[in-house]
T-cell receptor
Framework: NAGVTQTPKFQVLKTGQSMTLQCAQDMNHEYMSWYRQDPGMGLRLIHYSVGAGITDQGEVPNGYNVSRSTTEDFPLRLLSAAPSQTSVYFC??????????????FGPGTRLTVT | GQQVMQIPQYQHVQEGEDFTTYCNSSTTLSNIQWYKQRPGGHPVFLIQLVKSGEVKKQKRLTFQFGEAKKNSSLHITATQTTDVGTYFCFSTDSWGKLQFGAGTQVVVTP
């Protein structure tokens, strides 16, 4: 199993550009999520999904869109990049969220710089 | 709303010493998880605590969940250079809110 994969590893955007960060998992996990990590602020939840066709907002959703058309994939779209979106982005997945929340498996991250 | 505070933010430890990092919540938690992130890496799951007063050990690491399920601690004995990294707690509350603490960055000097 590859686990959770993310592409690209690094990306530089100009303000106003759009792009999609890709995330895929091969563990048949129902739960997938996107976090951003900024120095001194830990990981903040952007969007999450409890299954195909279901998405919801996290703590910091503004400026980002997601969709979940399959169990495996959960892309994150930046609609119009801003310097405040410069961050490291992690995708994570977990087994069913029914009952106790299970351990999350994280991808290697995407380091995004917006100039 | 739920606020999860993690202290200290930074911990400088000499090799062989013990240290503890704490995670404190203003509300009752359903469960708590701990993750470790090495420099330049991604968070890796360490443990999950669910029951009030629960204590779990992993070699030199001891994890504890408070009786009131509002706080948790991670204690590392005889710190080694391999313990370098940032330790995060992750919690879920009774409303389903998910939150990471800000993390404790651990630096170990030989």
């Amino acid at each position: 199993n590859a686990g959770v994969t993310q592409t690209p590893k690094f990306q530089v955007l100009k303000t106003g550009q759009s792009m999609t960060l890709q995330c895929a998992q091969d563990m048949n996990h129902e739960y997938m999520s996107w976090y951003r990590q900024d120095p001194g602020m830990g990981l903040r939840l952007i969007h999450y999904s409890v299954g195909a066709g279901i998405t919801d907002q996290g703590e910091v959703p503004n400026g980002y869109n997601v969709s979940r058309s399959t169990t495996e994939d959960f892309p994150l779209r930046l609609l119009s990049a801003a310097p405040s979106q410069t961050s490291v982005y992690f995708c994570a997945s977990a087994p069913s969220t029914t009952g106790v929340f299970h351990e999350q498996y994280f991808g290697p991250g995407t380091r995004l710089t917006v100039t | 709303g739920q606020q999860v505070m993690q202290i200290p933010q930074y911990q400088h430890v000499q090799e062989g010493e013990d240290f503890t990092t704490y995670c404190n919540s203003s509300t009752t938690l359903s469960n708590i998880q701990w993750y470790k992130q090495r420099p330049g890496g991604h968070p890796v799951f360490l443990i999950q605590l669910v029951k009030s007063g629960e204590v779990k050990k992993q070699k030199r690491l001891t994890f504890q969940f408070g009786e009131a399920k509002k706080n948790s601690s991670l204690h590392i004995t005889a710190t080694q250079t391999t313990d370098v990294g940032t330790y995060f707690c992750f919690s879920t509350d009774s409303w389903g809110k998910l939150q990471f603490g800000a993390g404790t960055q651990v630096v170990v000097t030989p």
